[in-house]
């Protein structure tokens, strides 16, 4: 398993922007598929975007599709989620996720599928 430690969340209006960072302890993200989650109080944690090994394909939830992207920068090493155009449906805590994957294709959308979570961070908006 890999340590995440998440930051970027906090505070923000509706029509706002975020970026939300993920960072390894100690490892690269060579090997691995990696995906953003969410949780808001009272619900199940929903997948919001996903990223592919290879970094060729990405996936989105409907209800960010447009507004959020999931990128990597290797010289950082790290993964991020920008979110613009913020919603008060977007309040809850963000979680960074990863898993080894040896398809280079694959995009992971549930949260059973990965093995290494971040703590998270919470995200609220404002309207």
């Known amino acids: 398993q890999v340590q995440l430690v998440e930051s970027?969340?906090?505070l923000v209006q509706a029509g706002g922007s975020l970026r939300l960072s993920c960072v390894p302890s100690g490892r690269t993200f060579n090997?691995?598929?990696m995906g953003w989650f969410r949780q808001a109080p009272g619900k199940e944690r929903e997948f919001v975007a996903g990223r592919s090994r290879s970094g060729d394909?990405?996936?989105y939830a409907d209800s960010v599709k447009g507004r959020f992207t999931i990128s990597r920068d290797n010289a950082k090493n790290t993964v991020y989620l920008q979110m613009n155009s913020l919603k008060p449906e977007d309040t809850a805590v963000y979680y960074c996720a990863v898993?080894?994957?040896f398809d280079l294709t694959v995009v992971l959308t549930r949260p059973s599928a990965?093995?290494?979570w971040g703590q998270g961070t919470q995200v609220t908006v404002s309207s």
Do not use: L
């Open 57 to 59: 394909n990405t996936d």
């Open 99 to 101: 898993t080894v994957s």
């Open 31 to 33: 090997s691995h598929a």
């Open 8 to 10: 970027g969340g906090g």
């Open 114 to 116: 990965y093995t290494s």
